[in-house]
């Protein structure tokens, strides 16, 4: 399971992954499910791989292209993060950057066709209108 094991960190120092990506990608080597589950119990438990640690990437990634928190939960719960750690994790997340940006992105654009665009990229009406105050303070 040493193979497995480096396997694994050499995935994990080009990125964050989640454990479930981990786990998909070793079974796509042939790796036993229940190795994989252990070295990957190994490695949180050394601080090597986390699902908290790869969901503030993934929210600093997609706030970076200007996504917002409806877009970002999705996709970690695609990325095999359960519910509750996304939501904890975007619940802490700062967007106001993330809305900037959006705003920016799509300055040719206002009014309602403003709001379905941001609303595409994962802001919620209410969100969108508290940011918006913010940007007017």
Known sequence: ??????????????????AH??????????WEQEAIAHELEILQSEGLQS?????EALCRHYSYQGKGPAFVCHELINRGICQNLAQEV???????DSFDIAC????????SVLSKRLYAR???????????LQLKE
Not at 21 to 30: H, L, R
């Open 21 to 30: 990506e981990i786990t998909i990608k070793m079974e796509e080597k042939n």
């Open 104 to 111: 920016r992105k799509l300055s040719s654009v206002s009014g």
């Open 90 to 96: 975007i619940d802490v997340f700062c967007w106001q």
């Open 1 to 18: 399971t040493s193979k497995l094991k480096d396997s694994i960190v050499r995935l994990l120092t080009r990125r964050e992954y989640s």
């Open 51 to 55: 699902d908290k640690r790869f969901c």
């Open 122 to 132: 994962g802001f919620s009406p209410d969100s969108m209108e508290r940011y918006q």
